[in-house]
């Protein structure tokens, strides 16, 4: 079975300042992760993806994540926090069966001028 | 836009009641997935549907049915409605059902059972 922890469901950020949202997986067979964003009142978007590969992936709106298999993590960075970054993020793992996601708890991103 | 469409995008009702929620995945997507969102549970998977077919179930309650018709699109019928269930319910598409593919997710249903 698959389960997602994202550590602290609010991170409060300066703007400019840099974002780090934890994630950390458990998967009985190579994960598949991702992090999706869900803007207010809209649904969730892909943000960006790990499959195989390079282990460093970037996404749109310059955010960033590293598979860490050792530490079984995935955590978002961004350098510079935008106000328009203000959002609740969630990471996901994909399951063994179909396409099914397992997501995270969500972790609200606040950003402070 | 992500191209899946939801609707309604809110409904209220009341215990016991029965109600049916629609989703347009987007054009040529042959995948559909529901999820339910609430503030007790978080975003949890209910059910996916690949071209008509049952293909993944998740914590979806016996009250609880779905399914997928011919032209794609899906429901999803929520009946002996308790206070419970109230929360934002999703639909996502994807064009196939096993490959690790993006989910496009649509605005959400938000049901309010009163």
């Known amino acids: 079975a698959q389960s997602v922890t994202q550590l602290g469901s609010h991170v409060s950020v300066s703007e400019g300042a840099l974002v780090l949202l934890r994630c950390n997986y458990s998967?009985?067979?190579?994960?598949?992760l991702f992090w999706y964003v869900q803007y207010p009142n809209q649904g969730l978007q892909l943000l960006l993806k790990y499959t195989t590969g390079a282990t460093l992936v970037k996404g749109i709106n310059g955010f960033e994540a590293e598979f860490k298999k050792s530490e079984t993590s995935f955590h978002l960075t961004k350098p510079s926090a935008h106000m328009s970054d203000a959002a609740e993020y969630f990471c996901?793992?994909?399951?063994?069966?179909?396409?099914?996601?397992?997501f995270g708890g969500g972790t609200r991103l606040m950003v402070k001028p | 836009d992500s191209g899946v469409t939801q609707t309604p995008k809110h409904l209220i009702t009341a215990t016991g009641q029965r109600v049916t929620l629609r989703c347009s995945p987007r054009s040529g997507d042959l995948s559909v997935y529901w999820y339910q969102q609430s503030l007790d549970q978080g975003l949890q998977f209910l059910i996916q549907?690949?071209?008509?077919?049952?293909?993944a179930k998740g914590n979806i309650l016996e009250r609880f049915s779905a399914q997928q018709f011919p032209d794609l699109h899906s429901e999803l019928n929520l009946s002996s409605l308790e206070l419970g269930d109230s929360a934002l319910y999703f639909c996502?598409?994807?064009?196939?059902?096993?490959?690790?593919?993006?989910?496009?997710f649509g605005e959400g249903s938000r049901l309010t059972v009163l």
């Open positions: 998967s009985s067979v190579p994960p598949y």
């Open positions: 996502a598409s994807s064009y196939r059902g096993s490959e690790p593919g993006e989910l496009f």
């Open positions: 996901a793992v994909r399951g063994n069966a179909g396409n099914m996601l397992t």
């Open positions: 549907y690949y071209n008509g077919e049952e293909r």
